[in-house]
């Protein structure tokens, strides 16, 4: 099929992406390293102003219920935990990245937020039940990032996505994949590969995003990273925490029982635990952004 | 108007006239109605996992997410507005329950719960009279006070009556 859009007006869009804030950039360096500490993501938020008083809104939002406020950096983000102050600083220095409509794939204003925090949540369980050693402390961020390609090409889908959709409804294409690469020729991952290589994301997260809906394929040593993602995004699609038309319409590459151990029970454990979790950080988030309203 | 929106685990029902019961986006959870013509109650649960032995203590602190609590509570608030406890008349559908596209049972959860509402229905002596469930599709569902009506949504693929 003859592709309706064409990819060179998709890149030109990701060349012209603004350069992403120095915060992201250590935070996604610093995460890369094997032994990073807490202290490495304190010295990220310490030097800027508006970021520290982010999180110190957010360490005394209602959600955590404390009888004497926060006062300092340190206890704050010990509080709130590495992954909670890791969403804010993606979150706060992304633009609309994350919150913008995705009209081409009918998601409404921070509906790439809301699945990407469940997939991070979900990612970093699935990483608990690893096989083998990998880069597990990255699941969470991989699982934060794995869809940022939806914000770039949504709006080139939204000009498709009727005839897509009735492609995979008649069963002509296997799945929304395939129906984004047969009618672009490019999907979602592919894209936000290329948004993750034009803001030179560490390449473990540019190879965990490029390969989140085909796991197996990825490079060896990055599998095991892209099938955390894979199982995060699967997840949080279960969980209704979808970004719209595309909701469980991918499917599960089942080569993850290699990686990870993981059985009906333990799947509904992650369920259960990445429910709790993106629950306190929608809460304690949204109570931050309230504030700045 | 004053509707009751429900996010996964909570239950909840309603006797106002012209208003609502409705949750977001199913997935693999699972929506139990019920509803009482004569009385015009309408309520919903939004199940999240077929039983709370996986932990205590969230079915302790959210007992609407687990199957086997929370169906016997909708049933319970039903019959505090004024429903028979013997559960007659009461109109049962069940919704939600998608899967994603999996050559495994593993992910099956939808499948799993949707059984483990009937299994706690039938204890109760009622079984759903309607169903949409299964498939790899997320729903919304809406449940009308005044008509019983059940509508369902999902992006993409529109609106339609159960």
Partial sequence: ?293 | MSNIVLGIGDYGASDRPGSMVKTYALGSCVAVTMYDPNLHVAGMVHVALPDSKLNRAKGAECPGYFADLGVPLLFEEMVRLGCQRQGRGLVVKLLGGASVMAGNDTFNIGKRNVLAVKKVLWGLGMGPVAEDVGANYSRTVSLYVDSGGVTVSCPGRGQWQI
Avoid at chain 1, 35 to 50: F, G, H, P, S
Avoid at chain 1, 249 to 276: N, R, V
Wanted: a negative charge.
């Fill in chain 1, 1 to 293: 099929m003859e592709p309706r859009i064409s990819s060179d007006d998709i890149r030109e869009t990701i060349a012209k992406l603004p350069i992403l804030s120095p915060n992201v950039s250590r935070l996604l360096q610093v995460l890369s390293t094997d032994d990073y500490e807490l202290d490495d993501v304190v010295n990220i938020v310490k030097y800027d102003a508006a970021l520290t008083a982010k999180v110190l809104k957010v360490a005394n939002s209602p959600v955590f219920g404390l009888v004497n406020p926060v006062t300092t950096l340190d206890r704050a983000i010990s509080y709130l935990g590495k992954w909670i102050v890791i969403s804010i600083i993606l979150s706060d220095n992304t633009g609309e990245l994350f919150h913008k409509p995705l009209e081409g794939y009918d998601g409404g204003q921070n509906a790439l937020w809301r699945h990407d925090l469940f997939a991070a949540f979900s990612s970093s369980e699935v990483a608990r039940l690893a096989k083998h050693d990998f880069e597990a402390e990255l699941a969470f961020t991989a699982g934060l990032l794995h869809d940022i390609g939806k914000f770039v090409f949504s709006p080139f889908w939204e000009k498709v996505v009727p005839e897509a959709l009735g492609h995979i409804e008649e069963g002509s294409m296997a799945d929304y994949l395939e129906a984004e690469r047969s009618l672009t020729g490019m999907d979602h991952a592919q894209i936000g590969y290329e948004m993750a290589r034009h803001w030179d994301f560490p390449e473990p997260l540019q190879q965990a995003i490029l390969y989140h809906h085909t796991p197996q394929q990825a490079p060896e040593e990055f599998r095991a990273l892209a099938f955390a993602a894979h199982l995060g995004d699967m997840c949080a699609m279960m969980a209704g925490c979808d970004t719209g038309n595309d909701g469980m319409q991918y499917p599960l590459d089942d080569g993850y029982s290699e990686f990870f151990d993981l059985t009906s029970e333990s799947l509904a454990q992650i369920l259960l635990e990445a429910e709790i979790q993106f629950k306190k950080a929608i809460s304690s988030l949204s109570v931050e952004e309230e504030v700045d309203k």
